[in-house]
């Protein structure tokens, strides 16, 4: 069996858990945004 290039992998990896991370923070921005429109609203 051949082994992968794991510094190829670990690059990928960190890439996509970047990439995932931004993604994650900014869908948390725009929740906390729509809830405090929701309270806005609602109050």
Do not use: S
């Not at 290039?5 to 960190?14: F, N, T």
């Not at 990439?19 to 806005?40: I, N, S, Y």
């Amino acid at each position: 069996m051949l082994a992968p290039p794991v510094g190829k992998l670990l690059d990928l990896l960190r890439g996509l858990d970047l990439d995932m991370l931004l993604l994650l923070v900014q869908l948390d921005k725009m929740e906390l945004d729509q809830e405090k429109l929701v309270l806005g609203q609602q109050g």
